[in-house]
């Protein structure tokens, strides 16, 4: 693998964007999950704040996670993994929390489509990166 190939810039690039969307999102999550959800059309409030602030710790984390894997992708490989594997699986609940919240289908399938697109994303450019198959 040669440390400064355009191929490993652009998967660096790649997770430093994921990480900083995430930790966008968790801070939103936290943060601003009320005004969020009343803009996104939902009718009812968030009667326990716990889950959506949990989500948000947890979406801050990992894009963290994002931001080390990105200084040395080769190393931090499992991260790298675990997101593309996150981001696929996370498409259940979203799709469930589509069919629980009919007003909120579009915007949440808009999220899952976004979090399918950024796994597609880092699984071509890990593949393109030139990190040995035998590290993965």
């Known amino acids: 693998m040669i440390q400064n190939s355009p ?18 999102m968790g801070l939103v999550l936290i943060f601003f999950i009320t005004g969020f ?3 996104l059309g939902a009718e009812k409030e968030i009667n326990y704040l716990i889950f959506s ?5 947890l979406a801050v984390c990992f894009g963290l996670l994002l931001l080390i894997s990105a200084r040395n992708p080769a190393r931090y ?3 790298i993994l ?3 594997l996150l981001r696929v699986l996370i ?3 979203i799709l ?6 009919p007003n909120l289908a579009l915007p949440l399938l808009g999220f899952g489509a976004f979090d399918l697109l950024f ?5 071509i450019a890990l593949y393109r990166s030139g990190i040995p198959w035998r590290d993965w």
């Open 37 to 39: 959800f009343r803009f």
């Open 91 to 93: 498409q259940f609940p």
């Open 119 to 123: 796994a597609l994303l880092t699984g």
């Open 53 to 57: 602030r949990t989500a948000g710790t």
């Open 77 to 79: 490989l499992a991260i």
């Open 7 to 24: 191929r490993l810039r652009f998967l660096k690039g790649v997770l430093w964007a994921g990480g900083i969307y995430e930790i966008g």
């Open 96 to 101: 469930a929390g589509g069919l629980e919240i």
């Open 82 to 84: 675990v997101s593309i």
